[in-house]
């Protein structure tokens, strides 16, 4: 067994290593739980985090035929969520459709691992599907995250499990992004030339990662992540002292609301 082996790229693990290298280390790799401490309103955190994960069960369950009414009588706003879901038809999908889809493969010394929401297949035309439930929902974010790269990229290395052992071409894959929280969806269509600049991103990043790894992995959050859109990082404490924790901890912040939901979350999108 390699010893230095590093946890498999995740969306959610190479979003933390590009906000700051250090809370990579101790989110992933260090036997300290997350959050260390909770960040700003943490028990508005809580419940977004708990109702998020109870959606994403009730769809799961419906997929399974599963009664869902009692787990959405839990809240108005899961209810809200779910005659949205109901009123796009998701509940019945066309085509060939795979839950909760876990999909990993090495890739330059490492592994990959992504967990699709919803894996579809109407006439060879592939969407990974992803239901967000938080109140962030910014396609040029979303274009642009680690999860979009990530998945589609996945699927057309990796996916010929998913197809009778044919590969899937880039050209039929979408990403696409669902937000119960505004009823949008978000398409991001893939292509050959997309995948072969993920490939080298996703390189890089394995690069960028065993240099980090070689240097004991520096505070690169500073100024930034430390603090990223107001929401304090929980390991503040840990790297700037409790001064620096009681400034950032004072500053307002309001939860975005998506479950947390390892290995393959994301906090930022
Ligand atoms: S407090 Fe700042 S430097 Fe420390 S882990 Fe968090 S983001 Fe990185």
Not at 128 to 137: C, E, L, S
Not at 140 to 166: D, H, M, V
Not at 169 to 182: F, G, L, N, R, V
């Amino acid at each position: 067994m390699n010893a230095t082996r590093l946890p498999p790229l995740s969306y959610s693990n190479l979003t933390t290593f590009a906000a700051c290298q250090k809370q990579y280390e101790l989110r992933y790799l260090s036997a300290l739980g997350w959050p260390l401490i909770p960040a700003g309103d943490a028990v508005a955190s809580e419940e977004a985090e708990h109702l998020g994960n109870l959606f994403h069960l009730a769809v799961e369950q419906r997929a399974n035929d599963q009664d869902v009414s009692l787990l959405l009588n839990e809240s108005p706003k899961l209810h809200a969520w779910w005659l949205a879901f109901l009123r796009n038809r998701f509940d019945r999908p066309q085509g060939h459709v795979w839950h909760e889809a876990r999909l990993g493969l090495p890739f330059g010394d490492e592994r990959i691992l992504v967990v699709m929401d919803r894996l579809q297949n109407i006439d060879g035309q592939w969407t990974v599907w992803d239901w967000k439930t938080g109140r962030q929902f910014q396609r040029e974010a979303l274009g642009k995250s680690w999860q979009t790269r990530l998945y589609r990229f996945a699927l057309a290395q990796a996916g010929q499990i998913f197809n009778a052992g044919e590969p899937i071409p880039p050209a039929a894959i979408t990403m696409a992004y669902w937000s119960a929280e505004h009823d949008r969806i978000e398409r991001f269509p893939y292509d050959a030339e997309a995948y072969a600049a993920d490939g080298q991103a996703i390189l890089l990043a394995i690069g960028k990662l065993h240099v980090a790894r070689t240097a004991g992995f520096p505070m690169t959050g500073l100024g930034t992540a430390c603090d990223a859109k107001g929401r304090p990082c929980s390991f503040v404490p840990l790297c700037l002292g409790t001064t620096g924790a009681n400034d950032l901890m004072a500053e307002t912040w309001e939860p975005d609301g998506d479950p947390v939901r390892e290995p393959d979350d994301d906090p930022f999108v």
